[in-house]
Structures are given as C-alpha cells and as structure tokens.
C-alpha cells in the first residue's frame, strides 16, 4: 500500500505534505519552495505552466493565466459572488450548459474542477518526485463552510487529477490534529482561527485523550486575502484616477500589475508601517508615458480593510454560541492562513476571544501536515487518533408551502443518519419530489439547492395517508446521500446528491482523459527541453575545447569538429526530438577522436611537464563528459550528488 499523501488545495498557495517515519514532511516543490501558487496558465505556444512559472508571466499574459479559481468551485454563474469575482479578474468567467460558473481560454471552457485537478497534479508530481514512487491515494482539505456542492466539486477534482481522495477534511480540523499530534496528553479546548486567501473558517474543537471532536464550525467562503487585495487596488486606482483622469480597472494588464503590487504592499505592511508603489509605465495617453508612485501607510490600508476585520467578528461570536463556550473557556487560539499575518488581523482576534492568539504553527503549512497526518491515521500508521467532524450547514427538504423543514441541523458530528416521515400534499397524489437542500434560512427558496428526486408509484389516498420516510446519510467526507421510502409499498429511491450542478460522470471521464493527454504532452516537452539543453550543453563545452586547446589539435581534427559544430547548432531549437538526439551523438563522435588526440598529448607531455597534462584536464576530459547531463566536476553522475544531498540534511 501507497503513502497516503495531504493536499491543502488553497485559493491562493497549495501545499503537500507526507507521514515518514510517524512524523509528517512538508515537501517542497521544483522550484524549492514549501506552498505552490494556485495558478494555471495556457502560454501562446500551448504550453501549460503551473505556480510559480504561471505566476511569474501573469502580467502579459493576463487573460490566459487563471488564479482563485477555487472561489468558483461549485457556484452558479448567477450567484452573487461569481458575479462579484468576476468585475475584478483579468479572464474571462463564463457560464456552463448547467448554469455553473466556467472560466474561458481563448475557444475553450474549463471547469473550476479542471482546473483545480491540473493544480493537484503539480502537487502529486512534487509528492511522487520526493518519495520516489507513484502517488495515487490523497486527504485532500476543503474550507469548513463548503457546501455539498463544493465538497462533491473538490473530489471530482482529485479524480480528474487521478488521485483517489480518501477523506476530504475540513481545514480548521486538519490545522488542529496538526497542532494537537503531540499534545494528547491534555485535555483542551481551541479555536482554529483560519483566514487564507480566499475564504475564512472558525472552528471550536475540544481536544482529548487522543479524541479530536469539532464542537462548531463557522465562516464565509467568499472572504480571504483577495478581498483585501481587492480594497488596496481599489485605492490605487482611485489615487491614481483623481491625478490622471485613468481608470486602470479598465486595462487588463494595468489592473493585472495593480493586483500584484496590491499584495505586495499588504505583504510589506506586515513587518513595516510605510511601504512605496512604483509602477512605471502603468499606462500612456496622448501626452505621454505614465508612471505610478504612491506611499501606503499601515494604518491607511487598516483603515481600507476595516469592514472586512469587522466581518470577522460575527462568525467567530456565532461558533462559540454554538459550542455552548464562552470566550474565556477557550485555551488556545490557533491562527492560520496567510493573512493571519496581518497585525490588525491578529489584534482583532486577541479582541474576540480575550487572549494572545497562538503563532506557534506555520500559517502556509500547517494545514496540508494535518491532512498528511489524517492520511497516516487512515493507513493504520497514526494510533489512538479519533477525528469527529460537524457538517457546517443544516439539511433538510422543501414541505408544502415552500417552508424548508431541517432533517440534520447544523454542527452535527458525521458520519450522520437521520430519518424522518412525511406524507402527501393533495388527494391521490401518487408521486413525491423530494427537494433536498442545504442552509440555516426558514425558507427553502433562501437556501442553497442540492438536487431533487421523484419517488413514484404511491397508491392513491386521501392527502396525510401515504407514508414516506426520508433519510439523510452525510458521509465522512461531508457528501449528503439521500433516500426516500414508501412505507405502505415497500418503494425506495435513492440519490447520492451531486446537485442540479457540478459535473456528470461522463465530464469527469473526458476531463480525467485530456489530464492524462496532457501529461504525456508535459513529459515529452521535458525530454525534448532536456535533449536540447544536452545538446546546448555538448556544444559549449567542445567550443570551450576548441578555443583553449587551440594548436594542440590536428588541423584536420578541427575542420571536422568545426563542421559537427555548425550542423549541431541547426538542432539546438528543433522540436523533434530524434533529431536533437542524432545531432548530439553526431557531434560527440566527431569530438571523441579529437578528445583522444589531446589525451594523448596530454600523456606524451606529462613526463616532460605539467603543461600536457593541463590540457587535457582543462578541456579534453570537458568535452569527454559532456554529454551526461547532472554529472559531477569529478565525472560522478548525479544520482551519487543526490545520495550525497540526502546523506548532508537531517530531519530536527
């Protein structure tokens, strides 16, 4: 059996994580950091580049990079924060034959689960890159206050991705069996207090015996470090208009260096009280060339985001009232996500809950270590660990006058079952739909819509005969099946719900195949850029021979070399791999006789001096070895340079 590797798919950065030896390790990406950016993006050659390379050609290619798609996952085109999302991005969001919320590239659509797959792929490629070996099983963390819908959209991601989620974890949870491995000791109660990028989560959790049990769980999932970005663009835009009479929200690539700035500032105001934004030639106009330059105060841009730190408030008061807690029964405030960083953040917090929140955990990282250590506890590697989770929003169904009746309220530990009986509307009616839905509103046409189903074949009766009992089965994962069951007849029908949305097993197979398409695509490109560098590399180094050697090699020697040189140059940009590959062992055979000359100058010249033998160790051994890609100053392969690297760094 596979490891079992954690995923913190974030809006803004995602992270992997894996159990060694009982403890868990972050690992770091190619690119040698621990988060990876959550950002795809489709360059004009129909490259696909994911984190930090997409992040890094964001500005000038801003309608084909796509970032904090997971504010998408699961939403209507319609609803109000699609709509929201869509006013600020620089791509375009378009909307699915369901009425789902799509983004567009150039001719094609994706769906956010696509896309969100193409990011775990990153991540499961860093996993299997660390362990040596294929990755194929995953705890995959979602925001706590995801619905249904999100939830089951999350899931089909890591199967598009080819990854088979074993538990979907909620992310205030996963950052507590983080916090909490090596305190089961104690008996103890905390808040996880959890702002990321794109959506905030409060969780109150008792902690025990090995016994992880979520008391409550709040939040909102369209708030995060986005909307705060959002606020900062807003006012350079604003500053900006006023002196120039340019609305740079209008141009795309301008907005696009607006975002990146914004961040960037927010960044800065976290360790310093005034930070400079520079943007030359943000734009132009008849008179010329225009250049931003603003100084932003801390306690400037507190005074912007003060409504979002106001609307922190609510839910954090709403899940202690649901945990029954006070605020002085809570012993530890645990802060993660990125803006947790925030100074004003964290004075809000020690504000709502009475206490120095605790900065003991690594903000990025703690959450995908929780999901690994999850993943340990489901392989039997992790003992005497007990995770009880809560669904985050009540569920019921719509009865007759549009009123929305709750079968499983709120905050309910899962896995849950409850059933409950209800009978006709009208006389003979022989059929029932069942409206299945998801929120706290007294109304069912207030709450978000998870799927209908028909139970049919009911004997005619006078209305309040019929027996139908209605169960709700929420699974570990927080993923609602619900059935429906005529007690007279026996007739049952049953859904697993994926909603009047979200994407049908035939989707889910097409976008699983165009993944694995890709990823042939992505490891032919590699080999090819791999061969070329080769070559590139082979090329330099006999030139360098050439040049330093010079008399030492036979006039002849050098035509031939000169020749394989000039033919070799043709291939260094060719797309066709066979031709790289015969061009570079063209190349090192025409080098190989002149190599053996300089050897044997080097030999005859040793007894005679050092200079014979500098020769050959300052160029012919070069163009001897290189050819081997990775390979050492002494000739060694790269794969003892790694055995080294392991052997030099110890796990603390």
Same mark, same amino acid.
């Given at each position: 059996?596979?490891?079992?590797?954690?995923?913190?798919?974030?809006?803004?950065?995602?992270?992997?994580?894996?159990?060694?030896?009982?403890?868990?390790?972050?690992?770091?990406?190619?690119?040698?950091?621990?988060?990876?950016?959550?950002?795809?993006?489709?360059?004009?050659?129909?490259?696909?580049?994911?984190?930090?390379?997409?992040?890094?050609?964001?500005?000038?290619?801003?309608?084909?990079?796509?970032?904090?798609?997971?504010?998408?996952?699961?939403?209507?085109?319609?609803?109000?924060?699609?709509?929201?999302?869509?006013?600020?991005?620089?791509?375009?969001?378009?909307?699915?034959?369901?009425?789902?919320?799509?983004?567009?590239?150039?001719?094609?659509?994706?769906?956010?689960?696509?896309?969100?797959?193409?990011?775990?792929?990153?991540?499961?490629?860093?996993?299997?890159?660390?362990?040596?070996?294929?990755?194929?099983?995953?705890?995959?963390?979602?925001?706590?206050?995801?619905?249904?819908?999100?939830?089951?959209?999350?899931?089909?991601?890591?199967?598009?991705?080819?990854?088979?989620?074993?538990?979907?974890?909620?992310?205030?949870?996963?950052?507590?069996?983080?916090? #909490?491995?090596?305190?089961?000791?104690?008996?103890?109660?905390?808040?996880?207090?959890?702002?990321?990028?794109?959506?905030?989560?409060?969780?109150?959790?008792? @902690?025990?015996?090995?016994?992880?049990?979520?008391?409550?769980?709040?939040?909102?999932?369209?708030?995060?470090?986005?909307?705060?970005?959002?606020?900062?663009?807003?006012?350079?835009?604003?500053?900006?208009?006023?002196?120039?009479?340019?609305?740079?929200?209008?141009?795309?690539?301008?907005?696009?260096?607006?975002?990146?700035?914004?961040?960037?500032?927010?960044?800065?105001?976290?360790?310093?009280?005034?930070?400079?934004?520079?943007?030359?030639?943000?734009?132009?106009?008849?008179?010329?060339?225009?250049?931003?330059? @603003?100084?932003?105060?801390?306690?400037?841009?507190?005074?912007?985001?003060?409504?979002?730190?106001?609307?922190?408030?609510?839910?954090?008061?709403?899940?202690?009232?649901?945990?029954?807690?006070?605020?002085?029964?809570?012993?530890?405030?645990?802060?993660?996500?990125?803006?947790?960083?925030?100074?004003?953040?964290?004075?809000?917090?020690?504000?709502?809950?009475?206490?120095?929140?605790?900065?003991?955990?690594?903000?990025?990282?703690?959450?995908?270590?929780?999901?690994?250590?999850?993943?340990?506890?489901?392989?039997?590697?992790?003992?005497?660990? @007990?995770?009880?989770?809560?669904?985050?929003?009540?569920? #019921?169904?719509?009865?007759?006058?549009?009123?929305?009746?709750? @079968?499983?309220?709120?905050?309910?530990?899962?896995?849950?079952?409850?059933?409950?009986?209800?009978?006709?509307?009208?006389?003979?009616?022989?059929?029932?739909?069942?409206?299945?839905?998801?929120?706290?509103?007294?109304?069912?046409?207030?709450?978000?819509?998870?799927?209908?189903?028909?139970?049919?074949?009911?004997?005619?009766?006078?209305?309040?005969?019929?027996?139908?009992?209605?169960?709700?089965?929420?699974?570990?994962?927080?993923?609602?099946?619900?059935?429906?069951?005529?007690?007279?007849?026996?007739?049952?029908?049953?859904?697993?719900?994926?909603?009047?949305?979200?994407?049908?097993?035939?989707?889910?197979?097409?976008?699983?195949?165009?993944?694995?398409?890709?990823?042939?695509?992505?490891?032919?490109?590699?080999?090819?850029?791999?061969?070329?560098?080769?070559?590139? #590399?082979?090329?330099?180094?006999?030139?360098?021979?050439?040049?330093?050697?010079?008399?030492?090699?036979?006039?002849?020697?050098?035509?031939?070399?000169?020749?394989?040189?000039?033919?070799?140059?043709?291939?260094?940009?060719?797309?066709?791999?066979?031709?790289?590959?015969?061009?570079?062992?063209?190349?090192?055979?025409?080098?190989?006789?002149?190599?053996?000359?300089?050897?044997?100058?080097?030999?005859?010249?040793?007894?005679?001096?050092?200079?014979?033998?500098?020769?050959?160790?300052?160029?012919?051994?070069?163009?001897?070895?290189?050819?081997?890609?990775?390979?050492?100053?002494?000739?060694?392969?790269?794969?003892?340079?790694?055995?080294?690297?392991?052997?030099?760094?110890?796990?603390?």
């Amino acid at each position: 059996m596979g490891k079992i590797i954690g995923i913190d798919l974030g809006t803004t950065n995602s992270c992997v994580a894996v159990l060694e030896g009982g403890e868990p390790k972050v690992i770091p990406n190619a690119e040698g950091g621990n988060t990876t950016p959550s950002i795809v993006a489709f360059l004009p050659n129909g490259e696909k580049v994911v984190g930090q390379a997409a992040k890094r050609q964001a500005v000038t290619n801003h309608d084909k990079t796509l970032f904090e798609v997971k504010r998408l996952i699961g939403r209507k085109f319609q609803s109000k924060e699609t709509t929201e999302f869509a006013k600020v991005a620089p791509f375009k969001v378009s909307e699915a034959k369901n009425g789902d919320a799509w983004v567009k590239v150039g001719d094609r659509d994706y769906s956010p689960q696509e896309i969100s797959a193409m990011i775990l792929q990153k991540m499961k490629k860093t996993a299997e890159d660390y362990l040596g070996e294929p990755v194929t099983e995953a705890v995959v963390t979602v925001p706590a206050y995801f619905n249904d819908a999100q939830r089951q959209a999350t899931k089909d991601a890591g199967r598009i991705a080819g990854l088979d989620v074993k538990r979907i974890i909620n992310e205030p949870t996963a950052a507590a069996l983080a916090y #909490g491995l090596d305190k089961q000791g104690k008996n103890m109660t905390i808040a996880v207090f959890d702002l990321g990028g794109g959506t905030f989560d409060v969780s109150v959790l008792e @902690l025990g015996d090995g016994v992880f049990e979520v008391k409550s769980t709040n939040g909102d999932t369209f708030l995060g470090g986005g909307n705060f970005d959002s606020k900062i663009i807003d006012w350079i835009a604003d500053e900006f208009k006023k002196e120039n009479g340019i609305d740079l929200r209008n141009d795309k690539m301008a907005l696009q260096r607006l975002k990146e700035a914004a961040e960037k500032a927010k960044h800065e105001l976290s360790s310093v009280t005034e930070t400079d934004i520079n943007l030359p030639f943000i734009t132009a106009d008849a008179s010329g060339p225009k250049h931003l330059n @603003l100084k932003l105060s801390r306690s400037k841009m507190e005074q912007l985001v003060d409504s979002l730190i106001q609307s922190l408030v609510g839910p954090c008061e709403m899940a202690l009232t649901d945990a029954g807690l006070k605020k002085e029964q809570i012993d530890e405030v645990i802060l993660v996500g990125g803006m947790t960083r925030m100074p004003r953040v964290q004075a809000k917090v020690k504000e709502i809950f009475g206490k120095e929140p605790h900065k003991g955990v690594n903000p990025d990282e703690v959450v995908a270590v929780g999901a690994a250590v999850q993943g340990g506890v489901l392989r039997g590697e992790v003992k005497d660990v @007990l995770l009880l989770d809560v669904t985050p929003l009540s569920l #019921g169904i719509e009865t007759m006058g549009g009123v929305f009746t709750k @079968l499983i309220e709120k905050n309910t530990t899962i896995p849950s079952k409850k059933s409950q009986v209800f009978s006709t509307a009208a006389d003979n009616q022989t059929a029932v739909t069942i409206h299945v839905l998801q929120g706290e509103r007294d109304f069912a046409e207030h709450n978000k819509s998870l799927g209908r189903f028909d139970l049919v074949g009911i004997p005619s009766a006078p209305r309040g005969m019929p027996q139908v009992e209605v169960t709700f089965d929420i699974d570990a994962n927080g993923i609602v099946h619900v059935g429906a069951k005529d007690l007279g007849t026996g007739k049952e029908q049953s859904i697993k719900i994926t909603g009047n949305s979200g994407l049908s097993e035939e989707e889910i197979k097409r976008m699983q195949r165009d993944a694995e398409e890709h990823k042939g695509e992505d490891e032919k490109r590699k080999q090819l850029v791999n061969a070329r560098n080769t070559l590139d #590399g082979l090329i330099y180094s006999i030139e360098k021979t050439v040049k330093e050697s010079g008399e030492k090699i036979p006039a002849e020697d050098k035509v031939t070399v000169e020749a394989a040189l000039t033919e070799a140059r043709k291939y260094v940009t060719s797309q066709e791999l066979s031709e790289i590959e015969k061009a570079t062992q063209d190349l090192t055979t025409a080098s190989n006789k002149m190599a053996e000359t300089l050897y044997k100058n080097a030999g005859a010249g040793a007894a005679g001096g050092a200079e014979g033998a500098a020769g050959f160790g300052g160029a012919g051994a070069e163009a001897h070895t290189a050819g081997s890609q990775g390979t050492g100053q002494d000739g060694s392969a790269g794969k003892k340079d790694d055995d080294v690297i392991d052997a030099d760094f110890k796990q603390v």
